[in-house]
T-cell receptor, first 111, second 113 residues
């Protein structure tokens, strides 16, 4: 079974902190994604990566950056967390034949 | 930019009846893929069904089928013989050339006994 693991299930951070959300997949997938999920807005694409060191902005990249130094790991970075970044964050990976496999999600609260 | 629209925030269906969840999309690409995912209250995202833009037949997977109308840019999910366990959020999604995947806002389906 494909496994996509997010480093934390719940996270509470203070405004202005630098926050790292980590995601690891074990199936050698080329593509990895970060989304945030908010009620009524569905899943919005923050960034995605189609290869090591390659990344593309999604629809809401402002306030976020990403890193993909190894194929299996895709990190989402909040440079200076703000309260409007309180959300559920979902990581996903997919092979070239597209079908995304999702992690369990990280519920981030910024206080 | 591509856009995926799910116009039904919430739907109700009687157990054992069929229900159709609507999804329209907007893209200028000729090659794309369309997906539906289910998210129960547990929060996990469960893949249901996939349709490629060049597939001539509508996709089916058990009780799930797609009503894919390419000219109208719509891909509606049909769930036959609804079960109580079908109560969940349902998301429509699309991928394009770089395999970026974007989702609609979702439809909350409630199956009534």
């Amino acid at each position: 079974d494909v496994k996509v693991t997010q480093s934390s299930r719940y996270l509470v951070k203070r405004t202005g902190e630098k926050v790292f959300l980590e995601c690891v997949q074990d199936m050698d997938h080329e593509n990895m994604f970060w989304y945030r999920q908010d009620p009524g807005l569905g899943l919005r694409l923050i960034y995605f990566s189609y290869d090591v060191k390659m990344k593309e902005k999604g629809d809401i990249p402002e306030g976020y950056s990403v890193s993909r130094e190894k194929k299996e790991r895709f990190s989402l970075i909040l440079e200076s967390a703000s309260t409007n970044q309180t959300s559920m964050y979902l990581c996903a990976s997919s092979p070239r034949v597209p079908r995304a496999f999702f992690g369990q999600g990280t519920r981030l609260t910024v206080v | 930019a591509q856009k995926i629209t799910q116009t039904q925030p919430g739907m109700f269906v009687q157990e054992k009846e069929a229900v159709t969840l609507d999804c329209t999309y907007d893209t200028s690409d000729q090659s794309y893929g369309l997906f539906w995912y289910k998210q129960p209250s547990s929060g996990e995202m469960i893949f249901l069904i996939y349709q490629g833009s060049y597939d001539e037949q509508n996709a089916t997977e058990g009780r799930y089928s797609l009503n894919f109308q390419k000219a109208r840019k719509s891909t509606n999910l049909v769930i036959s013989a609804s079960q109580l366990g079908d109560s969940a959020m349902y998301f429509c999604a699309m991928t394009r050339r770089r395999n970026d995947m974007r989702f609609g806002a979702g439809t909350r389906l409630t199956v009534k006994p």
